[in-house]
Nanobody, 121 residues
Framework: QVQLVETGGGSVQPGESLTLSCTAS????????MAWYRQAPGKQRELVAS???????KYTNSVKGRFTISRDDVKRTVWLQMNRLKREDTAVYCC???????????????WGQGAQVTVSS
């Protein structure tokens, strides 16, 4: 079954780092754009970072210079390296990707299950 599985969440102190990973299941014949979103309690879901098939990267202003998104299509994985974390980065982080299952002729948008990132002292 097609799915995106996230790992790497956890609890850290301000200034520390975490790396999230998101890996698509086998049975995928194509991967289009990939992205990381986050949602804090009582807040709207926010696009944090995105990376196109051609590896063009974009970031929301609040994470520029601190976060890095990357991908490896052979490993079917997208990462989010988060450095110098702040309390306001606390949220549930979800990956998103356009995937083409082997059994399908088209791409569809898929979501990971979410990973909790907590930054506190």
């Amino acid at each position: 079954q097609v799915q995106l599985v996230e790992t790497g969440g956890g609890s850290v102190q301000p200034g520390e780092s975490l790396t999230l990973s998101c890996t698509a299941s086998e049975g995928i014949s194509g991967i289009d754009n990939m992205a990381w979103y986050r949602q804090a309690p009582g807040k709207q879901r926010e696009l944090v970072a995105s990376i196109t098939y051609g590896e063009v990267k974009k970031y929301t202003n609040s994470v520029k210079g601190r976060f890095t998104i990357s991908r490896d299509d052979v490993k079917r994985t997208v990462w989010l390296q988060m450095n110098r974390l702040k309390r306001e980065d606390t949220a549930v982080y979800c990956c998103n990707a356009g995937l083409q299952p082997v059994s399908s002729e088209v791409y569809s948008s898929w979501w990971g299950q979410g990973a909790q990132v907590t930054v506190s002292s």
